[in-house]
């Protein structure tokens, strides 16, 4: 059993956890739910051994518990070779090893021998259905191929303890079910699961209790199914509940605006292991105040297709044209006044310090003009609606997961940038979140900015998305209205389930 009690941590002079008492009983696993700096990670990292025995903390009080041992009295060698992690930003463990490696060392680490190391690694491959990263170096995977082999190493080593923290991010809908069936399938071999995920629908096959958290303290504790079939307790965690219930009005239908990013038969140099291009025959279009999403497998290609648009990859053949003008000789600097992203993991992107200088930079293009008094003022002003104001001085590195993918809508609406691209944003369950989602692709078809949505989310872009693109098989299979985009052929050749119906339209 693992057992927290009274647990408080704080960091610089706050509390984030205020009084956290739960129990994970073996065989039943624990899923930890909350909105964007509710203090799930921190919960998590207190919960493994890592706040304090890796990262320091100003104050850690209460008492954890594993087994029949007090966290005190285990010695950071034997607790972490009884514990296993995968955290919420992959780049914390990864090396550029190949797949097997990566999925090996913590085998490696705990001495298990080469031989049962061989057969954990099959044996997980063929269940998580990951053999065809079998000999691929991590990172030149997509970022759901990424997590899936790093949780291949944490389920093979079969700790006593296994803590997950947002574990479905980035994976496609067949892949999470793969998650959750193994996470099932491991119960008699890993005896303790913690996780914590917005989505709590996803794991929710493997998990015996949901404990909601709010604001550093624990709102409530419920049987799994009791707490899927709740509501008020959800929305006010600031959660939207993990059951749709309606589908909020749409920033704007697909119109027929101006084409601001066109792409011709774009076809890759990068290629997969049987020397096929990732991608052979793109070709899409995107247009003025349109909000267009775009879905695809683990590996499919979409990661591919943004860096090629931004020029951060090579393309083979094809065209990329941008507000009309042909942009295959442009630096990435220049495409990327007209082109913005926000990435999956926005910490890649952030280099100042503080947030305010970050957003100046995007007003002004350049690291020489973020002093200038009007640049900063512009600035100031183009955080408040997505409710940062009070951050502008603080580290955008101090931000929460959530704060800093606020931070980068701000910036992208800041920039004026004529097309936005937004990689699974960490904002789909999180009401807060959401709403200023909802805000940034409002104020983006005002102004007739293009937006391209890519999420494995099916229900954020039937919520948001008019249209809907699917790519498969190295090029867009299928493009058209999202609710006839559910019933394509391109679509159901994924094998996914489509998004449930909501029982109403929002006003």
Not at 18 to 31: D, F, K, R, T, Y
């Amino acid at each position: 059993m693992l057992a927290i009690e009274d647990l408080v941590v704080a960091y610089q002079g706050q509390d984030v956890l205020h009084g956290i008492s739960l129990q994970v009983e073996p065989g039943c696993g624990a899923l930890v739910c909350g909105a964007g700096a509710s203090g799930k990670s921190t919960l998590l990292a207190t919960a493994c051994g890592v706040v304090p025995r890796l990262v320091n903390a100003e104050r850690v009080t209460g008492r954890l518990q594993l087994g029949e041992r007090d966290f005190a009295e285990i010695k950071r060698a034997e607790l972490f070779s009884r514990v296993g992690i995968v955290f919420q930003n992959l780049d914390d463990q990864l090396f550029d090893l190949e797949v097997e490696d990566v999925v090996a060392a913590p085998l490696e680490n705990r001495g298990v021998p080469r031989a049962e190391i061989r057969a954990r690694l099959a044996e997980l491959f063929e269940e998580l259905a990951i053999q065809d990263l079998g000999g691929r170096r991590v990172l030149t995977l997509s970022g759901g191929e990424r997590r899936m082999a790093v949780l291949a190493g944490a389920l093979a080593a079969r700790p006593e303890l296994l803590v997950l923290d947002e574990p479905t991010t980035g994976l496609d809908p067949a892949a999470r079910l793969r998650l959750e069936r193994s996470l099932s399938a491991v119960r008699d071999r890993i005896p303790l699961i913690l996780a914590a995920d917005q989505d709590a629908a996803s794991l929710a096959g493997a998990m015996g209790r949901i404990h909601l958290l709010q604001a550093g303290q624990l709102a409530g504790s419920w049987p799994t199914a009791e707490a899927l079939a709740l509501r008020t307790p959800w929305l006010e965690a600031g959660l939207l509940p993990p059951r749709r219930q309606e589908r909020p009005v749409r920033a704007g239908a697909a119109a027929g605006g101006r084409v601001l990013l066109a792409v011709e038969g774009l076809r890759t140099r990068l290629t997969r292991p049987n020397g096929e291009p990732v991608l052979h025959d793109v070709t899409l279009e995107l247009r003025a105040g349109e909000v267009t999403g775009l879905v695809g497998r683990n590996g499919a290609g979409k990661s591919t297709l943004i860096q090629t648009v931004l020029g951060l990859a090579p393309l083979a053949a094809g065209r990329i044209v941008i507000e009309g003008e042909p942009a295959e000789r442009w630096t990435a600097a220049r495409r990327a006044r007209r082109v913005g992203y926000l990435p999956q993991n926005m910490r890649r992107m952030l280099f100042n310090l503080s947030v305010l200088d970050e957003i100046a930079f995007s007003v002004g293009g350049s690291t020489a003009t973020i002093g200038d008094p009007e640049i900063r003022a512009r600035a100031a002003r183009a955080l408040a609606p997505f409710g940062l104001a009070d951050k502008a001085e603080a580290s955008p590195f101090a931000l929460s997961a959530r704060e800093q993918a606020l931070l980068g809508l701000a910036c992208l609406d800041a920039a004026g940038c004529a097309v936005a691209i937004l990689d699974e944003p960490l904002l789909a369950r999180d009401r807060q979140g959401r709403a200023m989602l909802d805000l940034f692709l409002r104020r983006s078809h005002e102004a007739g900015r293009a937006v391209l949505l890519i999420s494995h989310d099916l229900e954020l872009i039937d919520d948001l998305c008019p249209r809907l693109l699917i790519l498969a098989d190295g090029r867009i299979a299928a493009d058209g209205p999202t609710e006839g985009g559910w019933a394509s052929p391109a679509f159901q050749a994924l094998g996914w389930p489509a998004p449930e119906a909501p029982w109403r339209i929002a006003s």
